[in-house]
T-cell receptor, first 109, second 114 residues
């Protein structure tokens, strides 16, 4: 099955810093999403982005499907950005969303 | 819209007991699924359904049963709980598994098996 790897696994930032999180996948995908799991365990939808670029405030994401990766950019980070960031994908012909290993982000005040 | 609703939020079981985790969505989504998340880990797919009467296995189906008698509901059954099933369980749904298939999650159910 498809492999989904995220990097870095852990990241510590000072408030106000920028960061880039990466999601690599081993096969072509027809769905890709980014989620933020906050410290209370809730999974929050950030982007549904099977291809192209999207922006929402301080966050943006780019998926280059032909090269099998997606990037999540966080600018001017805030302590509320702390948590775990997951990407999840489905492949053509399947109905299974497979999750990546996650990036654990801690933003220090 | 309530979105995806899971009950109960917390449950403690003894080994060998059975229980059902409930999941309901009011968005008329065709696709529903169950995931488990172990401490410090990502989410692993247990079972999923692409419509009423249709279910299939995910990555870790053993020890769990599902059924889909209505579009709205997708219960997860543990027939004989084991300590290895201690985890946080998430239900998720989406409109359809195509390019419009954005996945929405419930708030999770924390299960402890003693």
């Amino acid at each position: 099955g498809i492999q989904v790897e995220q990097s870095p696994p852990d990241l510590i930032l000072q408030e106000g810093a920028n960061s880039t999180l990466r999601c690599n996948f081993s096969d072509s995908v027809n769905n890709l999403q980014w989620f933020h799991q906050n410290p209370w365990g809730q999974l929050i939808n950030l982007f549904y982005i099977p291809s192209g670029t999207k922006q929402n405030g301080r966050l943006s994401a780019t998926t280059v499907a032909t090269e099998r990766y997606s990037l999540l950019y966080i600018s001017s980070s805030q302590t509320t950005d702390s948590g775990v960031y997951f990407c999840a994908v489905t492949t053509s012909g399947t109905y299974k969303y497979i999750f990546g290993t996650g990036t654990r982000l801690k933003v220090l005040a | 819209n309530a979105g995806v609703t899971q009950t109960p939020k917390f449950q403690v079981l003894k080994t060998g007991q059975s229980m059902t985790l409930q999941c309901a969505q009011d968005m008329n989504h065709e696709y529903m699924s169950w995931y488990r998340q172990d401490p410090g880990m990502g989410l692993r797919l247990i079972h999923y359904s692409v419509g009423a009467g249709i279910t299939d296995q995910g990555e870790v189906p053993n020890g769990y049963n599902v059924s889909r008698s209505t579009t709205e509901d997708f219960p997860l059954r543990l027939l004989s709980a084991a300590p290895s099933q201690t985890s946080v369980y998430f239900c998720a749904s989406s409109y359809h598994q195509n390019r419009a298939g954005e996945l929405f999650f419930g708030e999770g159910s924390r299960l402890t098996v003693l």
